[in-house]
Nanobody, 126 residues
Framework: QVQLVESGGGLVQAGGSLRLSCAVSGGTFSKYTMGWFRQAPGKEREFVAAIHWRGGRTTYSDSVKGRFTISRDNAKNTVVLQMNSLKSEDTADYYC???????????????????WGQGTQVTVSS
């Protein structure tokens, strides 16, 4: 059984930065495509970023491209989301997710990820 635990959320002013981490235990982390999703109050969960298990190819939503960076450390079983130039619209609960199917492609829909963390709250004040 795989477990995902996020950390690093908090309150930050617009224009500031936050670094979210996700620690993964169980299974073979190096074979997991990892993703970050977020859900704002009253809205559906949306894709933020993902990093492929093979080669580390990254994918971003248009809303965060150029501001957020996803990375992974297979030796530490962690995935990090560095968030810069934060905006009030980035306020949401952020979730780490794993696609353990060793996919060829990187999926951006939540239904393609089979394991989830409990989420960490990010609040950006304007």
């Amino acid at each position: 059984q795989v477990q995902l635990v996020e950390s690093g959320g908090g309150l930050v002013q617009a224009g500031g930065s936050l670094r979210l981490s996700c620690a993964v235990s169980g299974g073979t982390f190096s074979k997991y495509t990892m993703g970050w999703f977020r859900q704002a109050p009253g809205k559906e969960r949306e894709f933020v970023a993902a990093i492929h298990w093979r080669g580390g190819r990254t994918t971003y939503s248009d809303s965060v491209k150029g501001r957020f960076t996803i990375s992974r450390d297979n030796a530490k079983n962690t995935v990090v989301l560095q968030m810069n130039s934060l905006k009030s619209e980035d306020t949401a609960d952020y979730y780490c997710a794993a696609d353990r199917s060793a996919p060829v492609v990187t999926y951006t829909t939540s239904g393609d990820y089979d394991s989830w963390g409990q989420g960490t709250q990010v609040t950006v004040s304007s």
